[in-house]
């Protein structure tokens, strides 16, 4: 079983940066694919990015390519997005998730955190 808490979240402006983190707990972390998601209001939750177990391989959805960055730490247990040149599309909650990168891809995953809330003004 894996456990997330994310953090991070807040009110940027247009064009500014956010760093959200992902707290994970439980032994198997390090061997799971971890991807971030996201749900604007009265739409579905969508993939952002996600990252293999070994940090080796990242993937990203082609609207956030080149401004936002997935990583992780496994001796810290953590995940990380690093989100630059913030647009006021990218209002959402932001979740991380846990899984096979394979359905990470398609917005699904094993383990769901509670989500925090970024809001990009213009």
């Known amino acids: 079983q894996v456990r997330l808490e994310e953090s991070g979240g807040g009110l940027v402006q247009a064009g500014g940066s956010l760093r959200l983190s992902c707290a994970a707990s439980?032994?198997?972390?390090?061997?799971?694919?971890m991807g971030w998601f996201r749900q604007a209001p009265g739409k579905d939750r969508d993939f952002v990015a996600a990252?293999?177990?070994?940090?080796?391989?990242?993937y990203y959805t082609d609207s956030v390519k080149g401004r936002f960055t997935i990583s992780r730490d496994n001796a810290k247990n953590m995940v990380y997005l690093q989100m630059n040149s913030l647009k006021p599309e990218d209002t959402a909650l932001y979740y991380c998730?846990?899984?096979?990168?394979?359905?990470?891809?398609?917005?699904?995953?094993?383990?769901w955190g509670q989500g925090t809330q970024v809001t990009v003004s213009s």
């Open positions: 439980g032994r198997f972390f390090s061997t799971v694919s």
């Open positions: 998730g846990g899984g096979a990168v394979q359905r990470l891809r398609l917005g699904q995953a094993n383990y």
């Open positions: 990252i293999n177990w070994s940090g080796d391989n990242t």
